[in-house]
Nanobody, 124 residues
Framework: QVQLVESGGGLVQAGGSLRLSCAAS????????MGWFRQAPGKEREFVAN???????LYADSVKGRFTISRDNAKNTVYLQMNSLKPEDTAVYYC??????????????????WGQGTQVTVSS
């Protein structure tokens, strides 16, 4: 397991942008799959995006074209650039890490390390 610390959340108007960061401990960051998930009030946590150790990524349909996941293996950090934000993007955002071979493509299965979450609020 690794320790994950998210940052970059905040309050933004609809149409604005935010960049979330997730710093990871450990020397094998580059071998992990890294995911972003979010949980809105009263809803279950849902998949947002992930970045595989090989460089490919997947996105939820709801954020495709607006959000971009990237990673800097030298800094042990994964980012989520969020553009054209909508009020429905309001949620606590979590990053997660897991072994590439076992994590689900778009679910939580296989992610065994989670950050504490960072709040993103989009006002209309």
């Amino acid at each position: 397991q690794v320790q994950l610390v998210e940052s970059g959340g905040g309050l933004v108007q609809a149409g604005g942008s935010l960049r979330l960061s997730c710093a990871a401990s450990g020397r094998t960051f580059s071998s992990y799959a890294m995911g972003w998930f979010r949980q809105a009030p009263g809803k279950e946590r849902e998949f947002v995006a992930n970045s595989w150790s090989g460089g490919s990524s997947l996105y939820a349909d709801s954020v495709k074209g607006r959000f971009t996941i990237s990673r800097d293996n030298a800094k042990n950090t994964v980012y989520l650039q969020m553009n054209s934000l909508k009020p429905e993007d309001t949620a606590v955002y979590y990053c997660a890490a897991g072994a590439t071979a076992v994590v689900a493509r778009t679910g939580e299965r296989g992610y065994d390390s989670w950050g504490q979450g960072t709040q993103v609020t989009v006002s209309s």
